[in-house]
């Protein structure tokens, strides 16, 4: 069973929290205690650190290339950096000797807090801060100052412009200056050159009246300050509220079209940029911070209405379920629909603040059943970088829409061709994640089927779904090969979602998905032209679209090749001769690596030649199709494929939580889910490799902690006219709810070990009918029902 | 220009020689100097040499497998062993120390000699040896001693059986003993269990009628010996002469069917290996040594009557073409229609004494225009390995015939799939040569099409040739991939003779074979329905061959992807994607290998990811192909490719001198056409590397150098009704002279500078036509035409 401190949680299970500060762990700390609200990240750092301490303000729709490599978000100056010097010693959270010290992150507010007391000169310092739901530019914090005897106090506290950057410095200008009653800094992006425009306002009170001006301003060391010193007696205190409000040009700028960045329009000049910054101070300013802070938990409030999961009889899972909801909501752009939710959300700058499959298949789920209309955003935002896909298929050889592996802003491939490297050799190795995963185009198209098929939402089917569905379909058809000899239709030289692996052929995942698709493909194209002909024929305006490709596409639905399972053992290939490669084991051949930092995959790592796979793959599209094959097939092949799995990628252990849910193996389930869950809680291993930072948060993981509960232990599945529900619950749990939404409407599951109860609220608009075993009951809006489960 | 070492030709340009001893080039002088008669092969080192020096006696269709990677012929015990010790001290030819030393080969009879002269003791030592095409099991030598002085001599000869072996140890039980009048090794391989029998008469003699008993038996250090005792006075001599004779299992095996070691019926026993050795050690001691020698003799002057070129004014070339052809002459085994020529003949063990497509496309056209019986059983060869090659489809998923990449007896794909190591972490590297180079086959079918072409050799079509030419197509047909929304076919996946660039799709090379191929199949049906239905039906019963395949082939034919040359450059792509990769030359890359032992290839090596190929692979097409584009188009392409070709293989000089001559290069022409040629003569590279062999012959080279001559310079192609000549002579040469044969007769064309002569033997059964430019004339038997040339 996972060891989670005690500190981890609390009685409420709202939040994590720590007593004892370990230096070592400040990448991952500043990770998992981050704050963040879909537009800016705020790592759980504190106000006196430096770069060294890896703070970040990472702020979305950023993409810029410093280092001709890597395009990724940029990170802003620290508008929250403070020092604190009392009696002439400058008083530093980094370097610890404090008592009484705690971290804490309040999930249910996305309220970051610190408090500890140091003894010679006596003080207590505390602090809160939150990245606003209600205005998403505003930052701001306020540090309480205590007085445990008599002591003189300098607060130095403004803006730090040494920004921690992962790949090159994105800032072709900073500067620092002061502004009308604020700090301001002014960045111009080097690549893109656009402009980042960030204020500070910061006032000291003791008592409520008293507000104190500072004494001078100091630029020392790529920061700009205000000093203020102030002498205070036991038991006195001051107050520091500080805050921070930052646009960059692309927020002024049409979100509309992203296709490329020259179809947005021009940049708005700086001095638009900085109008903005200014009149949001000024509201900010304006405000009382309780008042701020009240707006902005009303925004929580609301969201966890509907997000939160409730489990009885586990502290550790609830508070650990929680965690990673709310890592999943404060990553997700959710005020834009034209915006990524990065692998890494706005923790840091890995994994370039852009999108993979990862956003479809492990964050969107949650937000399809809790706040469809994230969802939808999320699937507008692939609409709207259908041109990069375009192009990326284009490039490649090929028709309609290839998503990218990697996707920022305009979905053009920003995944490099060269990004690890041979340790034993120092050479680049190519690996083939930009050109040959093609898997990511089908598993958004499925997604579109997802969201439609739940929601019902039919106006988007026909202004976006209808065309990333088709687009998809087109390059499928355009990427399969058909073998005269077989009859068949094949896909050749893949990455399936295991990707040790690369240029494999006829991954089953890759194949399943694909015809999938083209089905679907089909299937809609028929409904529409015969119940919404303006859709199809925008689109044979729009895109080209001819009768005759949907006639390929059937085709290659009907005759594509799926392995089928070994009629004797129930096995299904991971991809054709997988199963003629070493069967080994990933502790095996561990033993043969030559360095520990030895990538395992292609072309001459050491899984290769085996069948260890860096994660679920066969499994994997299991998750997606629960029906694709009986229980017993998947309970062989989950057997089969778990000892094989190094789970190599943060994506893995949730998968298998799931289908061993789903097959009976409880105890399995719950390792997994456990596992899956503490990916950065429990993050002890290196977080920078050879001077990488690997850091941030794995979204995925947090995304999927929704699925793992609700469509693993609850056993939750679409059903025509609802849900159906087939509940495995750990031993442990007493009790387990949660809200779904369908078709406009909210259901409250209760899941107890007897009994399950429904839930219907009074202003859904339908009948939700609930599945259970052989029973089928309707829950009429307001309605309630009741159903016993089998022991 | 090639600087020629002045001993490498003797006036009559028949001999190679050397007369300064290099102890360090005993690998590729043993090599260079080696006697074959296609059965056995016995490298030209000396009779004192032991394992060290690389000495052996490989003999054919023996293969077998001692380390559990490595298919190969194995070595025989060395039959010719012989020691001199002179006044109680051994002389040893490869300690040097002598005066007056020479080596030679004279390729005009397959014979070896050396003399050389130690002063104290004062004995002159001539050694002359042969392998015999009278009796391929009968191997020969003849050493005279001469004092120079008073000299007390021991002469101990017998066998060696200390046998050098490439990998691994072949016998597991080596025995030697005496035999009657004779000494005898007794060997049994390892893995297959062949008998090897080898017995070895030797006779010392003092004048014509003093034979000299020896004294006494000695096994020592792994060898058996008699050893001599003699006095000799200044002046006085004594002969030894050997004979040695050898049979494997195999020899006396039924050989039409072996297309597995079990159809070839059971093993012979010891006894009757033993008895056939008997008889041929019997045959040859009864007959005088001179005789042998002439036996011998009339063979290779019948070979050279139809195999020579003549070469006026440039002894260098002259003496270089005999070399090569005639190692290409005693690679062959001529004398059997089930056994492969050797990549590296029968020079040592190295490249399993198996074949290549080098085979087809190198070695084999001299012997289609020279001795096209010769050619007929390398192809049938081919027809007796079919089991294999469908073998070798079947198990990777296709249909039809895949030939091996490496071929041996039965055809079964021997080329392991791990032969590289990367130096830089000592792993493995898997290439894929055994599973996607797949263009052996349809150069195998493109060879049907020749030689039939050639000889009008009909009956061959009917027997063996079509169902080649149908199981290739066939194979072509499963391995092709259709392109739906391209409307074309592809070829996926392969390696084109360029062999650092694995996995590419769309070769230019295998896409216009495949093309060629499925062409002719779909021909040689219609014809064969139309003329030899009989043919057909034996097809249908026996391979299943239907209507259809000739259809689905006729399809292929007509939409297969051929890249085209660029309208503007003229250049083709070498294969999808080429003309993306790194712009560079093999001199710049170079510079990037961490060690000197690197792989430049798949998957990690320096020249993947850039346009530096390792050999003639577009080009490669022009030489089976001169008519696959115009001489401009050919022009940009040799002159694009040829500075981005390294010339890793043996095999590309010859095609960029072969073009070269075409498109009117002939300074490089000439220069290509030296370094070709000398590929073994001038190797002064390493022939060990790593403790691993890389030295022996390479046949290909040899076997092509008739190809450059007759097709690059005197500019020869095939006609419908004879032959066409477009003659580009290098300047250094005054005239050139050569016969072809076809359909039976013989022609001999002699090119000067102002004229072409062209005479048809007597015996010839039909005129042949001759095309020169615009002339076309007919040649009766008996008849000659003079026809002048374009100066
Ligand atoms: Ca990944
Ligand atoms: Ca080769």
């Known amino acids: 069973k996972v060891k989670l401190s005690e500190e981890l949680w609390s009685e409420t299970c709202w939040e994590i929290g720590e007593s004892r500060f370990d230096p070592d762990q400040a990448i991952t700390a500043g990770s998992n205690f981050m704050i963040g609200n879909g537009y800016m990240g705020y790592r759980g750092t504190f106000a006196d650190d430096r770069a060294g301490q890896y703070p970040a303000l990472v702020v979305t729709d950023t993409y810029d290339n410093a280092d001709g490599t890597w395009k990724e978000l940029v990170t802003a100056p620290n508008g929250l950096f403070t020092t604190i010097s009392c009696q002439g010693k400058d008083i530093l959270w980094r370097q610890g000797g404090f008592r009484e010290y705690e971290r804490r992150l309040a999930m249910r507010w996305g309220e970051w807090s610190a408090r500890a007391q140091w003894d010679t000169p006596g003080i207590l310092v505390e602090e809160e801060r939150f990245c606003s739901y209600d205005d998403l530019h505003l930052l701001t914090s306020r540090t309480r100052i205590t007085a445990l005897g008599e002591v003189a106090l300098e607060i130095t506290t403004g803006i730090d412009g040494t920004v921690w950057s992962l790949n090159g410095d994105h800032f072709s200008s900073l500067s620092l200056e002061e502004g009308p009653d604020c700090l301001e800094a002014s960045c111009v992006t080097g690549e893109q050159g656009y402009h980042l425009v960030l204020r500070e306002d910061a006032r000291l009170r003791s008592g409520p009246e008293g507000e104190i001006e500072p004494c001078r301003r100091t630029a020392l060391d790529g920061t700009l300050c205000r000093v203020f010193q102030v002498s205070l007696r036991e038991g006195q205190e001051v ?263 690369e240029n494999v052929d006829n991954n089953y995942f890759t194949n399943f998905q694909a015809q999938f698709v083209c089905r679907y493909a089909v299937e809609t194209y028929d409904t529409l032209a015969e119940e919404h002909p303006q859709t199809v024929r925008g689109l044979e305006e729009r895109i080209g679209l001819e009768k005759s490709e949907r006639d390929a596409w059937d085709d290659i639905a009907r005759r594509i090749y799926i392995p089928a399972p070994d009629s004797e053992t129930g096995l299904i290939e991971q991809f054709q001769g997988f199963f003629e490669l070493e069967d080994t084991r990933p502790e095996v051949i561990k033993k043969r690596l030559l360095d520990p930092g030895e990538y395992w995959g292609w072309p001459n790592g050491i899984a290769v030649e085996t069948q260890v796979s860096k994660q679920a793959d066969v499994t994997q599209l299991f998750m997606l199709h629960p029906q694709a094959c009986s229980r017993e097939v998947m309970k062989a092949n989950w057997e089969y494929y778990e000892p094989r799995t190094q789970h190599g990628s943060s994506l893995s252990y949730a998968v298998y939580a799931i289908c061993a849910a789903w097959i009976g193996h409880g105890e399995e389930a719950y390792r997994y889910f456990l596992r899956s869950c503490t990916v950065d809680l429990l993050n002890t291993g290196k977080a920078v490799s050879g001077g990488t930072f690997i850091g941030g948060i794995h979204t995925a993981a947090c995304g999927v902690a929704w699925q793992i509960v609700v469509s693993g232990f609850a056993g939750m599945y679409l059903t025509r006219d609802g849900f159906g529900f087939a509940p495995h619950l750990p031993p442990e749990w007493e009790s387990l709810s949660f809200r779904l939404k369908r078709w406009g409407g909210t259901l409250e599951i209760t899941l107890h070990r007897r009994a399950m109860t429904v839930k219907a609220l009074p202003e859904n608009p339908r009948d939700i009918q609930i599945t259970l075993g052989s029973a089928e009951v309707s829950v009429a809006p307001g309605g309630q029902v009741a159903l016993p489960l089998e022991g």
């Open 239 to 501: 107050v520091l509220e500080k805050r921070v409000v930052l646009y960059s040009s692309n927020d002024l700028r049409d979100t509309t079209k992203i296709t490329s960045d020259a179809a947005r329009g021009p940049l708005p000049s700086l001095a638009e940029v900085r109008q903005a910054v200014a009149a949001g101070l000024s509201r900010a300013v304006a405000r009382d911070w309780n008042l701020l802070r009240e707006a902005h938990r009303r925004v929580w409030q609301e969201r966890w209405a509907s997000a939160d999961i409730m489990i009885g009889g586990d502290p550790v899972a609830q508070t650990l379920i929680r965690y990673n909801l709310y890592h999943n909501v404060i990553a997700a752009p959710a005020h834009a629909d034209h915006l990524p939710l990065g692998a890494r959300g706005l923790s840091c700058q890995a994994y370039q603040g852009a999108a993979f499959w990862d956003q479809e298949v492990f964050n969107l789920p949650m937000f399809l059943f809790t706040e469809p209309e994230t969802a939808r955003r999320l699937l507008v935002y692939r609409y709207r970088t259908l041109d990069g896909a375009r192009k990326k298929a284009r490039d490649l050889g090929y028709r309609g829409a290839f998503y990218a592996w990697v996707s920022g802003d305009t979905g053009e491939e920003i995944c490099p061709s060269y990004f690890f490297r041979d340790v034993l050799s120092g050479r680049r190795i190519r690996n083939h994640f930009n050109d040959w995963q093609i898997h990511v185009s089908p598993d958004i198209a499925y997604t579109v089927w997802k969201y439609v098929a739940a929601t019902g939402d039919q106006e988007f089917l026909y202004r976006y779904g209808a065309e990333i569905l088709f687009e998809v379909a087109r390059f499928l058809a355009s990427r399969v090969h058909y073998r005269p000899g077989l009859e068949r239709y094949e896909i050749i030289r893949v990455l399936g979602p295991d990707e040790y692996h």
